[in-house]
């Protein structure tokens, strides 16, 4: 490269100085001077300093260099103009070290117009009436319904029109007062929770905006015992209607228990929410342990508008196969053990595979202390058909979730979020006290016989023990490993 340089240079020079020739020809003495005139300049006897080619190497690559140098520049204060642009509308929340972009000021939020329509169900209805069984075991209404397996299994296939148990059935239980039921009929924007069997009192909500405050309501759903115990612990004030106050949450109490075991109450609200609160067009479920720390404005557009979402819910944190949450839910006493294990069988004979990278779902498992939802009709039919498995089986609703999801094959859509970002919404308060019921510790069918009878609940969970239309007994339940230690 130097001499190529060189010889360029050199037949420049040569051009100036009115003495080309050719390479062939030798210079005479009177041509060795300068070709500029000067003795000892840079073109000296024709020939060129050593490090020449080195300087306009270096001279290129400065300039070079300036110039990458000013558009890196030029590009720095555009992305800080953006920067600062973007951030006057956006922030991030960084309580669990897991960053999520809301809309800064909850006044500059756009609520959508209208309502989400669905491309597949354009009339939901739901069955009122329940239908006793001949043999007189259950001589009344129960608030699930007496839903056949054939029933269950037509459930599962999404049409234009369609009619399916949902809970709330004539005489069932689970009532309102009037008073309630007037007051939320204005419930548009609904941020509902739940407190059954008096083991929590409420927590109130923080960074709640002015504008939140006047567009949601903040419904709190107890049950009888719930209340005494909440009117012993904090102050409830009462309106000029009869309306019950703690803070910003209207209580709305229950009556009629409608199943024995206060967890399965529990999953009335929580997953029937647009049953309870007819009227509501968006609600954010929160379990009564949490602490709203997120003005509920941002999460709708965080987990719903901004990607056209209609059901929004957390991923579990440690696990993503049902399998592997029904073995924790068993060591850690949530249910019966032999009743769980029930429960998966008939999920696994009816294809419900455990969950892998090849499935369409993030996870089969979610976080079940936060819901967030647009009450459409395929949101609301995704919401029954997963009340009707906890109805039917156990009560822990995060082994029914993932297999309502695999029974509709696709027609439902969902965001399920980072674990991560469910922790920055919330502030997590332990219980006043942990439930616990004797059905729990059962480790063998056979304690339920005799005098154990006792432990099988009466208006719930009825699948269990309602003969299954197949052979189970050469059913083998997949091998569960465990992914986390914590789980």
Known sequence: MESEVQRSVSLRANRKGGNYRSNNNHSSPSNSKDVEGGGGGLFSSGKLPSDYAMKIVWKKGFIRLVLVAGILWMLLILIVLLFHIWSCQSSYLFFSGCPIPVINNPDRIVIP??????QIIKNLSYVMEDKPVKDGSQPSALFGGHQSWKQREKSFKPSSSMKVHCGFMDNGGADMDPVDIKYVEKCRFVVASGIFDGYDVPHQPSNISDRSKEL???????????????????????????????????LILLRHSPYDEPRRNGKVPKILTHRLFPQAQYSIWIDGKMELIVDPLQILERYLWRGKNTFAIAQHKHHRSIYEEADANKRRKRYARPLIDLHMKIYYYEGMEPWSPKKSTVSDVPEGAIIIREHTAMSNLFSC???????????????????????LGGAFKFFMFPNCEYNSLFVLHPHTREHSSKVEWVKSLSEFKGNGSSMKESRGGLGLWTPYPADLKSVVLPKVVRTSKAG
């Open 385 to 407: 058909l997963w009340f009707n498995e906890v109805n039917l089986f156990t009560p822990r609703d995060q082994l029914s979730f993932g297999y309502v999801v695999y029974r």
């Open 113 to 118: 117009e209208g309502r989400t329509h669905d």
């Open 216 to 250: 949601f309501c903040f419904l709190m759903v107890v049950d009888e015992i719930s209340l005494d115990f909440i009117k012993e612990n904090v102050t409830v004030s009462e309106d000029h209607n009869g309306g019950r106050w703690v803070g910003i949450w209207r």
